[in-house]
């Protein structure tokens, strides 16, 4: 009897990852959080797979670095990489696939697997770590991690500008990934999303298309920077540019992204979200929000727009009661015609979400059948009795 | 009957990456070498694997873009991508893991298949585009590459210091990467190597271990890192630190490093050049270099060493006469002792090179015999009949 296998991180992921449909044994990950060794003069450091992210920056504070993504609170390493996570400061940094220096695997056939040396870069066979990245439990356990780490930046800006459409908003991401600057962030939210943390935090922040921005590096740098964007911001009807550098006032503004999703669920406490996660070439970035936005405004239920603009990465949350059918009926809806306004776009069906069995019927017109016949035989190949998360990932047509 | 094929690009790789052990059909690239379509506002372009990487920036510069991967002049973007390879940019831009986007890439079985959309990120899917990359021509053939580009720097500086040991001079890369600082370049050459370059060129530069840096950004941040390196280097014994921001000094300056393999074969013109490639964690560099220029220096050939410094990475070139079965083992014994080295340092046998036949040997001390069955397993999934590039890679004794 093959009985499926079922990893389980911090369970942060919300395209089904960890839900079991073919029954089977949930691996709890949570108990191996040992962080196993830093290399502070290599920059990298060695963690078992249930280390939070944010522990562990807590760790690495005292010596000066940070591990450069930030998911959702809750999300640990080993289901970073297997949902090939990324977040705010991808655009800086890049996203999983690009800080994951080495791994160890356990295969489904007990095989203990190290995919890579300690080495920055090699170029000695197979991507097997890139391989793991992403393959969300179907491939092995991860049961160790070499992480690349970045120095804590010695200063940093944080700007918050605001527009009287989203296209504007998108126009001078765009514009300020062409320049050349180098932001950490740049973050969009429309008018529905700032008027959910009006609602929740008391402010009164005008509620149009917002973009937040964070500089850092050097003193002069991190400046020069944001003097830079000003300009172009102002270039495309942008107005109250405001900067600041002094830490609690930082924090102070960041906040504001950072509660975005919990205001938004305090809209309407009693609705859940369906989120979406789309990401398009950088150029159609404003008009695929546009498109969205109409669809959305035009809907019954509340939907926030909020976006990772520097890579054309950008989610929406459908508030909708999963107890009214018609609701979820719209929410899933709206969450389909986004997908597609976004693969009719060169784009993808998820930036940083994952397939698990949420997006699976969408990878054929994204990659094609070959596409999905190649990662079926992989699949085939290293895990023959389909024990590892089955039922996520490959949809269940593809034919080897 | 089978019939192996080798894909064929610039043939500027140096591991018997093109070679046909088994005989078969070689597949020459270099007629598929359309630019098919460049997308200014997403900063990435469409091209046929023939394209050289000197001929695409030549056609990018117009438009204030480039692609940041320098390897030997007669590369092409599709062997650059079977390859994994990377060059002196790759401490600030990444390897070639980094800057593809997707790839059409035809399977042993004629399924064409794409291995991504066009977005910057996605999470759709076991990365098909990674385990392609670096995968030498053993799973397909590339017939369309999607790369990502950077804007061309507004400023940068050019600066050279000299050490009076290859320590010193490693410590010195390794300090600046730890100071945060975004070096675009970090090279590392020793006395050997300097003096080659005095006696091609008739300079009269100090024959001592020497490092070359290149800044990039806005004007005052290119500066103010120039600075800011100048610092550590006096901390480290650094002497004679000269930068230069006029392009033609530049120009001069860089031209150094551009020709070292040139003037190296110059020193000994009757003699061909073994080449070896390790790279290293960070903290070992120094030691690393150290205890492979005692060896180097020990023997009775001439050793040059040049290293991508930023990134562990670094080369030797063995002087030596083929038709001396001695000095041809004297070469394979100090690669042979290097790469061991390297090993011993939790590095790789290959930064960048690859494998090809000349490293198969080493890829089971470095990654074990589980990791090398795992990609055996691929590979005949993809290619049950060992069409592609047989012999390459994978070492023959790996059972699955």
Tied chains: 1, 2.
């Excluded at 546009?290 to 459908?318: E, R």
């Amino acid at each position: 009897m093959h009985v499926p296998i079922v990893p389980y991180g911090g369970a942060t992921s919300i395209e089904g990852h960890t839900l079991a449909p073919h029954g089977g044994v949930c691996i709890d990950m949570s108990s191996m959080k040992k962080i196993k060794s830093l290399h502070v003069e290599d920059m990298d450091v060695v963690v078992e797979p249930g280390v939070g992210w944010i522990e562990l920056n807590e760790y690495l504070k005292p010596h000066g670095l940070f591990f450069p993504l930030d998911p959702g609170p809750g999300a640990t390493i080993g289901g970073m990489c297997a949902t090939r996570c990324s977040g705010s400061l991808a655009v800086r940094y890049g996203t999983m696939r690009d800080n994951v220096i080495n791994l160890q695997v356990v295969l489904p056939d007990g095989d203990v697997v190290k995919t890579g040396s300690r080495a920055r870069k090699s170029a000695a066979g197979y991507d097997l770590t890139r391989l793991i990245i992403g393959s969300e439990g179907t491939l092995g356990v991860i049961t160790e991690v070499t992480l690349r780490l970045q120095k804590l930046p010695s200063r940093s800006v944080v700007a918050m500008c605001n527009f009287q459409t989203v296209k504007d908003a998108a126009d001078v991401a765009i514009a300020t990934m062409h320049s050349g600057i180098q932001v950490s962030r740049v973050e969009l939210l429309d008018e529905v999303q700032i008027r959910a943390i009006n609602m929740a935090n008391g402010k009164s922040l005008p509620e149009v298309p917002t973009l937040m921005f964070e500089f850092i590096g050097t003193e002069a740098y991190a400046l020069e920077q944001t003097l830079l964007v000003q300009k172009i911001a102002a270039e495309h009807h942008g107005s109250d540019f405001v900067f600041v550098e002094e830490p609690n006032a930082k924090e102070e503004l960041w906040k504001i992204r950072k509660e975005a999703l919990w205001a938004g669920f305090a809209m309407e406490p009693d609705r859940q979200a369906m989120i979406t996660d789309v990401c398009v070439p950088l150029s159609r970035l404003a008009e695929c929000i546009s498109v969205s936005k109409q669809l959305l405004d035009a809907s019954p239920l509340t939907c926030l727009v909020i976006a990772h603009a520097g890579d054309g990465n950008f989610h929406t949350f459908i508030l909708f009661d999963p107890s009214q059918e018609e609701e979820q009926r719209e929410a899933e809806r709206l969450n389909h015609l986004m997908v597609h306004t976004a693969l009719s776009m060169e784009g993808t069906c998820t930036g940083e979400h994952g397939v698990g069995t949420g997006k699976m019927k969408y990878l054929e017109k994204e990659l094609g059948m070959e596409s999905l016949r190649t990662m079926k035989r992989i699949k085939a190949a290293l895990d023959p009795n389909n024990i590892m998360n089955p039922g996520k990932l490959i949809p269940p047509h593809v034919c080897i």
